[in-house]
């Protein structure tokens, strides 16, 4: 049996993984960064504690979107390497599950549709092809 949707599937989550995390360190970030630059009215001390509020809320968004990206990157590597025909190791499935539930704790949805669609439907093809090799 053939792979193809669940490749597609993935390999479009893992994309849209590595542009949500290029997208979270190079546009968000430095958004968070420089929206306290302008606060002309607030004392000297306020600004500093502004600063590093937002400096640390940069760091934490930066952070998320080398999470995503390694992901990413991950998936990928994962299904180059074992999504090919026939029944795919269990580790693959679940890695796809937890990828999506992941994506439900922080509310990407886009991925949470991919990848529990494509861990579902894998798992549901491994059955089918063990219960036929039975």
Request: with cysteine.
């Amino acid at each position: 049996m053939s792979n193809k949707m669940e490749k597609t599937l993935v390999y479009i989550a893992s994309g849209w993984q590595l542009l949500d995390g290029l997208i979270t360190i190079f546009i968000y970030g430095p958004y968070i960064r420089n929206k306290g630059a302008h606060n002309a009215e607030l004392s000297f001390v306020e600004k500093e504690g502004l600063d590093s509020l937002l400096g640390s809320m940069y760091s934490v968004a930066s952070i998320y979107g080398i999470l995503l990206i390694l992901l990413g990157l991950i998936t990928i590597y994962l299904t180059r390497t074992y999504l090919k025909k026939g029944i795919v190791p269990k580790k693959v499935p679940f890695w796809f599950l937890i990828c999506g539930i992941i994506s439900y704790f922080t509310m990407d949805i886009i991925s949470l549709i991919l990848y529990m669609g494509a861990g579902i439907i894998i798992l549901a093809k491994n059955r089918s092809l063990k219960i036929l090799n039975d």
